[in-house]
């Protein structure tokens, strides 16, 4: 019983995400709502797959504190994006953009689902037909009757 009580409390303490609050204080609400919009757009560089909004790491508090000022600066969100593949590369973008290095990112999956939606067809035709379809020659009727005789 104690052991799956700490199972469920693991599992419990697991499914809790802690996330960094922000006390930064907007001109408005569209500037809160760009700002927030943003931080979760924006992926930590040192966390592999946290965004700017949910990272604790230090880089990703000095990132979440630049996006604020550009914002009161009276940036842009392509501006701030822009500034922050500037300095980071395509990997700060969750959503990188289409060009040839990313081709494979964006397109490999489909290419790989088709290839195996081929690969399934091509082995669906190739099975053979069934042999009940086909009449019995002369030898094998003859063979059956041989062998139903023998019992």
Same mark, same amino acid.
Do not use: H
């Given at each position: 019983?104690? @052991?799956?009580?700490? /199972?469920?409390?693991?599992?419990?303490?697991?499914?809790?995400?802690?996330?960094?609050? +922000? !006390?930064?204080? @907007?001109?408005? =609400? #569209? +500037? $809160? !709502?760009?700002?927030?919009?943003? #931080? &979760? =757009?924006?992926?930590?560089? &040192?966390?592999?797959?946290?965004?700017?909004? +949910?990272?604790?790491?230090? /880089?990703?508090?000095?990132?979440?504190?630049?996006?604020?000022?550009?914002?009161?600066?009276? $940036?842009?969100? &392509?501006?701030? %994006?822009?500034?922050? *593949?500037?300095?980071?590369? +395509?990997? *700060?973008?969750?959503?990188?953009? %289409?060009?040839?290095? !990313?081709?494979?990112?964006? @397109?490999?999956?489909? #290419?790989?689902?088709?290839?195996?939606?081929? %690969?399934? #067809?091509?082995?669906?035709?190739? &099975?053979?037909?069934?042999?009940?379809?086909?009449?019995?020659?002369?030898?094998?009727?003859?063979?059956?009757?041989?062998?139903?005789? =023998?019992?």
């Amino acid at each position: 019983m104690r @052991f799956i009580s700490l /199972i469920i409390a693991l599992l419990w303490l697991a499914s809790a995400q802690a996330s960094p609050i +922000d !006390t930064y204080q @907007f001109k408005n =609400e #569209v +500037d $809160k !709502t760009r700002y927030q919009a943003l #931080v &979760k =757009e924006l992926r930590c560089p &040192k966390c592999q797959n946290q965004n700017l909004a +949910d990272s604790n790491s230090q /880089i990703a508090v000095d990132l979440r504190e630049q996006v604020y000022v550009m914002i009161n600066e009276g $940036k842009s969100d &392509k501006e701030i %994006v822009d500034y922050m *593949v500037a300095r980071y590369g +395509d990997f *700060v973008l969750y959503r990188p953009k %289409v060009n040839e290095m !990313t081709y494979i990112l964006w @397109f490999g999956p489909a #290419v790989l689902l088709l290839i195996g939606a081929i %690969v399934v #067809v091509m082995i669906v035709r190739k &099975k053979a037909p069934p042999q009940a379809d086909k009449p019995m020659s002369e030898a094998q009727k003859q063979q059956l009757a041989d062998i139903l005789k =023998e019992e």
